[in-house]
Structures are given as C-alpha cells and as structure tokens.
C-alpha cells in the first residue's frame, strides 16, 4: 500500500520511521517533508494546508491510507476532504479537531461535562475583558482563543501585564481572528505532563507519558518554544496518578465529544498539570505533540500502521499496544535565536559514529547537502535502560552533529531526574 503522511516536521519524521517498519507499506509520501527525511520518504511538495492539493495528490497516486499529523490542516477539515473521496485517515475530522481549534470550545466542553481544569471566563470583546481584569486574581493567564503556533497563551503576573496581554490579542490581533475571543484563566501550579493517547471513540490508549521543556533556554527561562527536548516516562505520572486521569479527564473527554456528536478519531493529546488538588487539563491538543513524539514513538513496541488502522476503523480494541519499559530523552538542536529571528541555510553534519535516533525537523537538502531550514532543525533521541543514560546518551549523541550557530538546551531532564530521586 502507498500512504501519506501530511506535515513536515520531527514529529513527522518520528511517524514516518515508525511506520517504515509494517512490511505491508510500500511508499510513504511526505506532503510537504523536509530534505532530512529524503531516505525515508518520497517528498512531494505540496503544502501541508494545501488541502485541494492534498486531495488530489491521494486521488491521483493511489493512496491507501493518509496520516494527517498537525494542527491545521486537521482543524481545516482534511480528514473529511480524504475521507470524502474514500481515502481512510488517520486524524479526527474538523468537527473533533475543534477540541484544539477552539479554547472557547475545549473549556466549555471540560465545565459542561466536569472535567478538572482552570477556572475561566471567556470574552469577545476587549472591553469587558479589561473591565474584568480590574479585579481579577493574579497571577492569571490570558489565551487566545484559536491557533496561534503555540504562542497564544499569555501568563501574565500583574493587571497590568493582562491588560496588556488582551489589547496584544484582541485589538492588536497579533493572532489574527484567532484572537477574536479570549478565554482568561486560573493560574495553576504544579508539574505539567504530556499523555498522547490512541482513541477510536470507543477505546481510549494512553501512551507512555512524558515530559516537554518548552521554554527556551536552560532552567525554562526565555521564551515559549515549540518544545526544547523531552524525556519519557515522565516522573510525575505516577501510576495513581495514571489512574485518576483515565477516570476523571480520559473516559469523559471521549464521551463528551461522543455526546456533543464529534466522535474523535486518531491521537487526542492531554497536556496536564498535576495541581495540589489533582490532575487538570491545560490544552488539548488534537495530534501527536512534538517533540514529545520524538521520544514516545521510539519506546512503542507495537506496529504504529496496525494501531492507525484500527483507529480508523474503530476496532482499537482488537489491538494490544506495547510500550517498552526503556526510558528515552530526545535534544532538539535549534537555530540560535529560535523562537524569534535566527539565520539559516547551514550545512547540517552527523559523524558517522553517531548512534542514536535523528528526527530531522527543519532542513532541506541542496546540491547534495543538508542545509539548516527552520528555527528547531533535528531532534537527537536516546533509548537507555535507565532515565539517566537516556539523557547522558543523548547529550553524547548531540556532540556527534554540528552546524553553525546551533543552539540546544543543555538541561533536558534534569528535572526529571530530579523527581526521579525524590521518589
Ligand atoms: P499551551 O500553549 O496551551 O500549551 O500553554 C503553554 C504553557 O503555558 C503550558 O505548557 C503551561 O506551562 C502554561 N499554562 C497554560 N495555562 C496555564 C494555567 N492555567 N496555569 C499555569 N500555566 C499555564
Ligand atoms: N510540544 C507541545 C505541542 O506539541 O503542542
């Protein structure tokens, strides 16, 4: 069979070298890929939200299966523009994908339904908004209401910094109409874990949890990222813990948007927090998370094809998935300057000793070189039988990769470790 995977980045990467193991698969297209994934897919350059193109290029190259992996296209409504022309997918459809489209949607949904999370209001026009801040709590923390590259959430520390915050979203509309409403939230503390799961609407599969470091700089100080590094398991997500999020937020988001008519289908990511008064949901996020996939796809045992298939037709049940018991922490290697201005265009070099997973994010190749392309360019991942050598495998590994002005964190797990060892 001939499939596709829609998107261009690490986390695509990780998909397509999981999915490179099911003999069944013959081509894997990547619309659009990026020149680091050359020897794993065939590259075809047709935009990721190029939905009309993405049609055709599955109606016309005999495509079997498409996996629809970020978040625009999902919200834009792929899935269905595939489906409707009998190509089967993996992704929820656009009705499911608001569940990250909208925050407005995703908190209304967790209160009508009693699912743990901050406390909100929701505004859609910036007058009553600041009128609210006036007496607001701080901290509190301001987010626009639709996509925003994962830059649509303010944590503001004064009234001040809120108001400020709403005039940037609401009147400036640095988002665009993603700001047209804001959600104004509960500030919550406590250490944040990511859970992606499989679910078909039926069945619900968490994955193995792990751990973002989404600010850019060591001791997640500097801007918010698209994601530093990550490490798997994650500490905090303790099997008590585990258990309380299946009962009180996994279970009932599935069978909330059963009953709101919007079955989901494909990878729902939880980003959690652990509160003092227990797990709550931060964001949901309608896809695999990156680069948490860069760490979580390497420790899945069972064949990720199979899972994507029974997803699609609702038989997840019928499958067993596997993790390993290894640990794995993955480095993203950046552009100095990520996440604002960074210059590109600089030969990418991997020692021919390097001995660890590379998930190629922004690249592309010319004149037979691989030339940096993007503010987070590679990921380097490890797999240890202990969290520790994960990580120090890592750091190893990324001394075995080079570019000009390249900038990663040097503390990846370090927290993690150190949960570890306050038991
Ligand atoms: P998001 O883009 O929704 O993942 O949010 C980015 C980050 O902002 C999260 O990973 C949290 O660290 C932080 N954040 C979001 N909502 C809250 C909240 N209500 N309280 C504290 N931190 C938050
Ligand atoms: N790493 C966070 C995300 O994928 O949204």
Known sequence: MNIIVVG??????AIIKSLKKNKEIETIFALPGNGGMKDDAVLVNISATDIDGIVDFAVNNNIGFAVVAPDDPLVLGAVDALNAKGIPCFGPEKKAAIIEGSKVFSKNLMKKYGIPTAKYEVFDNAADALSYLETAPVPTVVKAD???????????????EAKNAVKTIMEDKVFGASGNSIVIEEFLTGP????????????????????????ARDNDEGLNTGGMGTVAPNPHYTKAVAEECMNKIFIPTIEAMNKEGRTFRGCLYFGLMITPDGPKVIEYNCRFGDPETQVVLPLLKTDLFEIMKAVSEER????????SDEYACCVIMASDGYPQKYEKGFEIKVNDNFDAELFIAGAKEQDGKLLTNGGRVLGVTAV?????????KAYKEVE???????????????RALEALKEG
Do not use: Q, W
């Open 192 to 215: 944040e874990v990511s859970v992606l799961s499989f679910t078909d609407g039926k069945t619900v599969v968490p994955m193995i949890s792990s751990m973002d470091h989404k600010r």
């Open 8 to 13: 261009g980045g690490g986390r695509e990467h």
């Open 146 to 160: 639709g996509l925003a590259l994962g830059k649509g959430v303010l944590i503001c520390n004064t009234r001040d």
């Open 316 to 323: 997840l049940s019928d499958i067993n998935v596997e993790f």
């Open 400 to 414: 075995n990769v080079s570019f000009d002005n390249a900038y990663y964190r040097s503390d990846i797990g370090k």
């Open 384 to 392: 240890a039988g202990t969290l520790p050598e994960a990580v120090e």
